[in-house]
Nanobody
Framework: QVQLEESGGGLVQAGGSLSVSCAAS????????MGWFRQAPGKEREFVAA????????FYKNSVKGRFTISRDNAKSTVWLQMKSLKPEDTAVYYC????????????????????WGQGTQVTVSS
């Protein structure tokens, strides 16, 4: 089992920056990739970014490219999502997730590829 705990988040004005982090514990050595998803009120949960645990290759939702950066620290078993130039439409609960098994890059955008999920952390961007 892998446990994921998000931290960070909060309230920020549009145009501002914020970071959220996710610490993995338990059998985290079995992780293949970690991802961030978000769910806005009344909307489906959607992919934001993912990173391969081994080589750090990163993948992003088109609308966050250039504004969000995903990174990881293997020694700390932690993944970060640094967000800048935030927009009100970025407001959502942000979830981190961990995938155990290998999958093609395009599948990292799918919730079904992930085996473990955190509880989520709220990010609110005011206009």
């Amino acid at each position: 089992q892998v446990q994921l705990e998000e931290s960070g988040g909060g309230l920020v004005q549009a145009g501002g920056s914020l970071s959220v982090s996710c610490a993995a514990s338990g059998r985290h050595f079995s992780i293949y990739a970690m991802g961030w998803f978000r769910q806005a009120p009344g909307k489906e949960r959607e992919f934001v970014a993912a990173i391969l645990w081994n080589d750090g290759s990163a993948f992003y939702k088109n609308s966050v490219k250039g504004r969000f950066t995903i990174s990881r620290d293997n020694a700390k078993s932690t993944v970060w999502l640094q967000m800048k130039s935030l927009k009100p439409e970025d407001t959502a609960v942000y979830y981190c997730a961990a995938a155990r098994g290998w999958t093609i890059a395009s599948m990292l955008m799918k919730e079904d590829s992930y085996d473990y999920w955190g509880q989520g952390t709220q990010v609110t961007v005011s206009s």
